[in-house]
């Protein structure tokens, strides 16, 4: 497991020094506030980050909510308790057939260990996570890179391929089309250890363009 590191926002200076033109960014956006959530089992993480899938953040919400509805008196299902709801009503919270089936596979996943628990989780690798994490239905590399940068807090994760990521570099860097995943991976290099910070400004690129 990667050493215990201070809060991301530690990463700014660091940053700010090693990459003069994310240096301007960093000063533009201010501090990183990304509050991990390492009480949050895996499980959990997995089935909110598929249930956020291709949508927006309040339509995902909603679904949730009803999804969560149908279990009253817990504040999240338990794995078990998910496999034992039929198909029917899970799709009637709106949830599509593929994140169904990818929910149930989780859950299935869970309770078989191929999911790790919050105590096993702190002694897996990044790239550990990733490898075990997406054989299961639905859950590829970028879900598990969203659940270890904001759920485990792992600071030095880059998700090169995540679109968002693609578009903020080449705002930032001014490129005139899109990098190749292999390209921000090569400049990141100077980034470590705190290229989840790194990730979490080039999104933030997006949102202040002018």
Known sequence: MPPALPSFESGCAFLAKADPVLAKLVTRVGPCPIKPRPRTNPYESLVKAV???????????????????????????????????PDDRLRAAGLSRNKLAAIKDIAAKTLDGTVPTNRTVKHMSDHELVERLTTIRGVGPWTVEMLLI??????????????????????TYRLKGLPKPQEIMEHGERWRPWRSVAAWYLWRALEIRE
Do not use: W
């Open 51 to 85: 249930t956020y899938q291709q949508l927006n953040g309040k339509a995902a919400e909603t679904i949730l909510n009803r999804f969560k509805a149908l279990f009253p008196g817990r504040r999240f299902p338990k794995a078990d308790e998910v496999l034992r709801v």
């Open 150 to 171: 904001f759920t485990l807090g792992r600071p030095d994760d880059l998700p090169a391929t995540d679109y968002g990521v693609r578009q903020g570099f080449a705002l």
